[in-house]
């Protein structure tokens, strides 16, 4: 018998709004963050200078690009260089450059979910990096990656860039990386950013800079539910406001309820209260130190090649193997 009181869901955005929103305490997925307007304030915010952990990677790409690509291509076998979530490339194109210098045999496979990333991303390295082998993929990233895998039965280097995994609670990083490792060979890499715990004010900074690009980009989930779900939330009743607990390495970032407010979502027919100071839970962004990093890695049956750190300690990227 379907319950009565629970709508008919069009989509997993509605059934994800309509969840987090009556639960209590009230949360909504930093995934629905990412639209053509959250996109470009990620942008943003990766050139903000508050926002170290851009610059930090590029820097240990750019550091240690000889040692990670030494990795990349032991051996003569062409390999296939698949990375989860391209976004418009701009690290990668750091070691793309370095392994085509070196006449290195591969192909670049970013898999993205967004046709629109995807076609400016291979159109701007066709021109960049003319006789670079550019295979784009379409979709989610473990189809994908599977799709690859029966298709194609070259040696695989994986990507995972920008502390993306931070994003996920530690059971759902686990997970994510199990899933991974299932669809690696023993000779396969994959090559992980996770951002190091740090002075706590480091982070804050971070996630608050105060021309409040992050919190636009945190409100942007409630202007997608006005947009694509008809609700009436107004920004201007909530504050950004992201807490960092330095035992944990977890910050958070919430939207709190400026005033007692009601808002209507049209398509869920659903009233949501707010109190006064009352929270909506949007984001998690995890930073981690060698011991919990070698913990998920055991957890998830991958083991640690090697870590390279930028100058500053402020991020590393761990290469795995299964
Ligand atoms: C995409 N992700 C790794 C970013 C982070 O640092 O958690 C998203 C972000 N949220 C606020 N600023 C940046």
């Not at 669809?183 to 715990?197: A, E």
């Not at 942007?220 to 944990?248: A, K």
Request: hydrophobic share 35%; net charge negative.
């Amino acid at each position: 018998m379907p319950n009565k009181t629970t709508p008919n869901f069009n989509s997993v955005f509605e059934q994800e709004v309509y969840r987090g929103l009556t639960d209590f305490p009230k949360h909504l997925s930093s995934k629905y963050f990412y639209d053509a307007v959250g996109d470009k304030l990620f942008q943003e915010i990766m050139k903000l200078p508050e926002y170290y952990l851009t610059n930090s990677e590029l820097e240990i790409l750019q550091d240690h690009k000889e040692a990670i690509a030494g990795h990349f291509s032991r051996g003569k076998a062409t390999f296939n260089l698949i990375e989860l979530g391209a976004g418009d490339g701009s690290k990668t194109r750091i070691l793309l450059n370095y392994l085509q210098q070196k006449n290195t045999s591969f192909q670049y496979v970013p898999i993205d979910i967004s046709t629109h990333i995807l076609n400016e991303l291979t159109n701007s390295l066709n021109s960049e990096f003319p006789g670079l082998a550019v295979k784009p993929v379409q979709g989610t990233y473990f189809e994908s990656l599977e799709a690859i895998c029966q298709m194609d039965k070259n040696r695989k280097v994986i990507l995972f860039l920008g502390s993306n995994i931070g994003n996920l609670l530690h059971p759902q990083a686990v997970d994510f990386l199990v899933q991974v490792q299932k669809l690696m060979s023993s000779d396969d890499l994959f090559l992980v950013g996770f951002d190091q715990k740090k002075d706590p004010q480091k982070i804050l900074d971070a996630y608050n800079d105060p021309g409040g690009v992050t919190e636009a980009f945190n409100k942007n989930i409630l202007t997608r539910i006005n947009r694509e779900l008809g609700g009436d939330f107004n920004g201007n009743n909530f504050r950004h406001w992201e807490v960092y607990d330095p035992e944990s390495g977890t910050a958070k970032s919430y939207l709190v309820s400026l005033k007692a407010h009601d808002v209507y979502i049209r398509s869920l027919d659903l009233k949501v209260t707010f109190k006064a100071w009352e929270t909506i839970h949007t984001e998690i962004s995890q930073k981690y130190d060698d011991d919990v990093v070698s913990w998920l890695a055991r957890k998830a049956g991958l083991e640690i090649v090697e870590a390279f750190s930028d100058r500053r300690k402020l991020f590393k990227n761990y290469l795995f193997r299964k």
